[in-house]
C-alpha cells in the first residue's frame, strides 16, 4: 500500500466521523424512528451524504443527494412535515456547499503547484480535516439548542425557516449546475450559502433562548403572585390569632349572658375570617397560583366556581402553556358571567385531568347572555374593542397546535363551552 492509498483510508475513516456529527444533528432537528434498522440507515445515509463529490456542472450528484435526504427524513424520522423538511433546507446547503468548495479549492491549489507528490499528500489529507473541523464546530455550537426546537417551534416557525434557507439551497445548486470556467469565482457564492443557513441556525438559537427567557420571567411572575398570596393569607392568619383572646372573651360574654343567637352570629363571622383565601387546587405551584387568582376574582364578583384538577400526575406540558390555557379561558368565562344581571345565574365549572390512557383532558363551562357570532373564522362577542375579540381563545388554540391536540369550541344562548385534548406526552 503506497502513502497515497494509506492515506484516502484514514480519509474514509474520517468520513464515518463527521456523518456520525450529521447524524446526531439530524437527530436533534426531528425524532428518528425507533429500531436498529432505521438508525443504521440514517447513520449510513448521513455518511454517504456528507462524503459525496460535488463537481462544477454536477447535476446528478446535487440532485441525488437532495431527493435521498427528503427521502430520508420523510421515512426515518417523526413529527411535523414541515419540521422535517426544515432539517432538509437548512443541512443540505451546507453539505454541498462545503463539499463543492472544499474539493475545488484543493484541485484550485493543486493545479496551481503542477499536483507534486508532497501537494497530493497535503490535499489529501487538508480534505478530510476541513471537513471534520467544519462538522465538529457546527455540532459543538448548535447542538445543545437544537433539542429544544422539537418543543419550541411550531408548524409556522418551521415553514419561515424552510423558506429562508430555501433560498440559499436555490442559489447553491443553481450556481454549480452553471458553474462557469473559472470555478473559484463560485467560492463566494458557496461561503454565503455557507454562512446563510449558519446564520438561520444562529438566528433560531437566539429565538430559543429569547423564547426561554419570556417563559422564565413568567414563571416568576407567577411564583412572586403565589408566594404574595400566601403571605397575604399568612398575615390575615396571624391577625386573627392576635384577637383570638378578644374573640372568645366575647363570646363567652354572649353565652353567660344568655344571648346564643349573637354568640352563633359572631362565631360564623370569625369562621368566615378564618377561610384561608389560597386553595390547594393540584401540586404544581405555578397553576395553582393561576387557579386561586381567578377563582378569587370570580367570588369576588359573586360568580360561582366549580374546579375539579387531577393533575397529580407528571404532564408533558410545559407550566406556562397550562397557564396560557387555564388564564385565557378562565378569563373569558368571568368576563361573560359578569354580564348576567342575576347573580344567581352566574356559573364556571372548570374540569381537568390526566386520563389512565395517557391523554389531558381539560372543559370549562360558564353561563352567559352576550351573544356571539363568527366571521372569518374568528369568533366575535360584545366586546366594545374590536382588535380584542377572540384574542384569549387565539392563544389557547396556538398552544393546542403546538402539542398537537385537539380544540372543541360549542355554545348555547345561556351557555359556552371550550374542551381540550392533548396526549401526554
Known sequence: MDVISAITYISNIFNFIYGFLIYRI???FAKRRTGRFWQVLVYISCTVCSGMVIFPNDFFNITLDLIWLIFLMLIAFQ?????RLAAVAVLYPLIISQNFFVMDMMGTLGSWFGWPLAMDIFCTIADPCLHLIIWYAIYRFFIKHLAQTRQLFDDKIWILLTAICLASLVSITTCIYFTPRETYKMWPAAFACFTTNLGCVALAEYFIISVRQ???RKNLMLQKSYYEELEQNQTAIRKIRHDMNNHLTVIQSLL???NHDEAEQYM?????????HSRVFCKNSIINAVLNSKYNLAAEHQIDCFFHIEMDKLIG???ISLCCLFSNTLDNAIEASLKIPDI????????ARITDNGYFTYEITNTKRNRITEQDGRLRSDKEDIAAHGLGLSNVREMVEKYNGTLDISYTEAS??????????
Do not use: P, Y
Open 26 to 28: 439530524l437527530s436533534h
Open 79 to 83: 413529527g411535523s412535515i414541515w419540521q
Open 214 to 216: 419570556n417563559m422564565e
Open 256 to 258: 353567660c349572658s344568655g
Open 268 to 276: 360564623k363571622g370569625i369562621a368566615t375570617q378564618l377561610q384561608v
Open 317 to 319: 406540558i410545559d407550566a
Open 344 to 351: 344567581q345565574e352566574r356559573h364556571i365549572s372548570v374540569k
Open 416 to 425: 359556552f363551552t371550550v374542551t381540550v385534548l392533548i396526549r401526554n406526552a
